[in-house]
């Protein structure tokens, strides 16, 4: 769709009708990009208030200390909701699910999503070291307050395992495994 405007008119050293073609098509223009996404003129009930909101797929945009912007880019193939904070690098919170997976994914087995009330879910697949401790590092920093919520996928002796956190901090935790190597998926959450 174009909106047709012409810039700069009423020009002062013409005759108002010289330039009035102009004028009466920038005029009708603003009911025409009132309408895009609202209800616009003469509408007895909603006049000025939002039909939906359209965001064109973009990289991340640049936003000041204490601005946040909402803006749409291409994640998988289809068109995602995101939110930017602070001009912040990588503070980029992906607000709608790409198809068939949930929330913000840095890889196949890692990840995290942001949740509404300033909640942030954090999982991952990781080896768990032999009779000993692994540190876990969470992809961004917080302080969980479910740690974690563990369970087994693979390894020796599966029907004996028993994993302990032993020590939590900002930005990871440390399982404690009185047993031999074996392979687990996490999950913790807390406030951002």
Known sequence: MTITYTRDIPDPP???SQDVGGMKQNTNSIDDIIDVD???FNDTVFSGLHKQT??????APTTALGQLALYSKL???SSQLFLIRDNVAGTEVALTPNPGVIGNMLSAQNGYSWLPGNVLLQWGFDVIAAFGNTVINFSVSFSALLLPIIVVTSGSNL???DLSIIA???GNFTIHNPGGSLQAFWMAIGPI
């Open 14 to 16: 013409h005759n108002p």
């Open 54 to 59: 359209r965001f064109v797929t973009q990289a």
């Open 168 to 170: 939590r901090a900002q």
């Open 159 to 161: 029907s004996s395992v």
């Open 38 to 40: 609202h209800y616009s």
């Open 75 to 77: 994640t998988g193939g």
